[in-house]
């Protein structure tokens, strides 16, 4: 691929996944919103159930990273047999995982939550949530992969489309649901969980007879037909593994904020929200690296490799060093959309500032991540997330937040700390894979 056009594919495939990313970011702004109507025990009983949920997400997330690396090298060396194969494993492994999870959610589900910390008072509606979103979480799982495989063929704009289609759907059908229209009074929480499904059932409906449209149409027929799927789980259990190690770590690195007192988590928590908006091009840039690179790779094509990833990180960094430019001298204004406290407005304020400076190291260390996942290494990001979170942001904290009595700034200058390590180490680990390849 020459040069000129591996930076028009990185676009092309770019900008579609960050729409994609920042609408749902949006969805689940407004999904908070409609639920903070029903009082702080609705969001609280929410709120508990998506920490689980998340959890379920994490491992979909984690067999579309085998999936990619897979589908998209065998689309690159023009092998029609292995990509069937592998488009079949992907479905077959993502129903098989959702079903369990599902009736997991269904048998173990009020356990699960007692143990999340839901009282007597929020454990009714987290059940009642839990239980339908949950126990039918296997459309979330087909979504994930679905959307995955139609990715690694080169087409972003496809599940944009569904995904803005589905996530409309899904706002309109929980207003209605969850208040009601007319005489009719609504269901409350119940109605937000039958919203998400319905909507997670039609995007199901939609991605699926979008790939049967392709060359990666599935033949129903041949579905159980799957060949060995180890080099599939091979992939996969390392990138599951990475996600729960971060959500375990946040867990823990959450629970240290909150002992440095109530307003520097709640500023923690404020300045997460306005940077998680700042994150998603790197996010439509990693996904680009991950395909293009993945079927670079399949064509034995070294050259393309490297172009991808310096041109992605190249262009990662210069939009988010432009983001922190605007978070930076933003900072003030963006506190007060949130709070009207002096104290937590200040605090936020050094958070976002600190986090101007992160900015390029997130960059390069979500897109190094995605050109290793192309290049078919998960582990990669797995130990760069052991020690990224356990060994400098929890770490970080106790000794630079607390120890050193930094506050909020010693949480803020851990997470810079280990964003610019794991962006040295990926890209380290990037360089290494490419000579080994090469030779």
Known sequence: MKESSSRKEIIRLAFPATVENIF??????????????????????????????????AVYIALGVGATALIARSIGAGDKEAVAYQVRQALVLSVGVGLLLGLLSLIFGRQMLVLMGADAESLAGAQAFFYWVGGLTIFQALMTI????????????????????????????????IFGIGSWSGLGIVGTALGTVLARLLGTVLLYRKVQQTDLAVDLKQLFHLGSPKEMVDLTL???????????????????????????????????????????????????????????????????????????????????????????????????LFTKDLEAVKQVVTALRIDAF?????????????????????????????????????????????????????????????????AIFLTWRFHVKIRKLAE
């Open 24 to 57: 749902q970011t949006l969805v689940g702004f407004v999904d908070t919103l409609l639920i903070a109507q029903l009082g702080l025990v609705a969001v609280t009983a929410v709120g508990l159930a998506n920490t689980i949920l998340n959890v379920y997400l």
């Open 146 to 177: 679905l959307g995955t495989i139609l990715r690694a063929s080169g087409d972003t704009v496809s599940p944009m489309k569904m995904s803005l289609l589905t996530n409309g759907f899904n706002v309109v059908l929980d207003y209605f649901l």
């Open 358 to 422: 992160n900015q390029p190291g997130l960059a390069v260390s979500l897109i190094m991540a995605g050109a290793l996942q192309g290049l078919g290494d998960s582990k990669s990001s797995l130990y760069s997330t052991v020690i990224g979170m356990w060994g400098l942001r929890v770490v970080g904290v106790v000794v630079l937040g607390q120890m050193f009595g930094l506050g909020i700034a010693g949480v803020w200058l851990s997470i810079l700390i280990d964003l610019l390590l794991r």
């Open 238 to 336: 390392p990138a599951a593994a990475e996600r729960l190690v971060m959500r375990l770590g946040q867990v823990v690195y959450f629970s240290l904020i909150v002992g440095l007192g109530t307003t520097v988590y709640a500023s923690h928590m404020i300045a997460g929200n306005i940077e998680s908006f700042t994150y998603m091009p790197a996010y439509g840039l990693a996904t680009a690296a991950a395909v293009l690179i993945g079927q670079a790779l399949g064509k034995g094509d070294i050259l393309t490799v490297r172009r991808v990833a310096f041109h992605s990180s190249a262009y990662g960094v210069a939009i988010m060093s432009l983001l922190g430019t605007i978070l930076f001298f933003g900072a003030p204004s963006f506190a007060l």
